[in-house]
């Protein structure tokens, strides 16, 4: 497994807007949809097949099955090109998303625009928007990776929403998140 950290875009920095579909529903979900009316949004880059992800979805559920009651929204997106990684497509995801459980809406990317605007390099990715949708945070879960024997806590995620949700200020001195990088189409890569 190659390990790829996120990139840490500046904080303050606008939520890009985004529309997408949601395979496991059929709807299109904006950002909008996501964000209204909450104290903080998390927007996830993550895909099916990923170890990274793999390993810590059960505290991605249960960081959002305890925090969206507080008015903090939650989306996941895949960004994956689906030509090289046939497993990250729709029907797939679709299945996944009803197979873990996800309780926020799990979009696809087809065209890797909305990666692109977020500055997405891996899976997973996270960033959480303030209620003005300004980045208050870009990070990583939590120190647990696939294999080095520290347990999932979200600490690093939960700690930055109960700093926003309190009011008072996020450290900006946040380590970056790791994974896999998001399998992008030729001519789609980043760069820096």
Not at 85 to 100: C, I, K, L, N, S
Request: hydrophobic share 35%.
């Amino acid at each position: 497994m190659a390990l790829t950290p996120s990139r840490m875009v500046p904080l303050g920095s606008a939520a890009p807007d985004f529309e997408l579909p949601e395979p496991r529903t059929g709807a299109v979900v904006n950002l909008d949809d996501v964000a209204r009316g909450k104290r903080a949004t998390v927007v996830m880059f993550i895909c099916n097949h990923c170890p990274y992800v793999v390993h810590v979805n059960p505290e991605l559920i249960r960081v959002a099955t305890e925090y969206g009651p507080r008015e903090v929204g939650f989306v996941a997106i895949s960004s994956n090109d689906v030509g090289s990684h046939p497993q990250d497509g729709p029907e797939r995801m679709a299945r996944h998303a009803a197979d873990v459980g996800y309780p926020f809406p799990y979009l696809y990317d087809e065209d890797q625009s909305v990666a692109r605007a977020y500055d997405a390099r891996c899976t997973p990715d996270l960033f959480v928007y303030d209620g003005r949708r300004r980045l208050a945070y870009r990070g990583q879960l939590d120190g647990s990776r696939p294999g080095n024997g520290v347990p999932l806590s979200g600490t690093d995620l939960r700690n930055a929403l109960d700093a926003l949700l309190a009011g008072k200020p996020i450290p900006t001195d946040q380590r970056p998140s790791a994974g896999c990088n998001i399998k992008w189409r030729a001519g789609n890569e980043p760069r820096d």
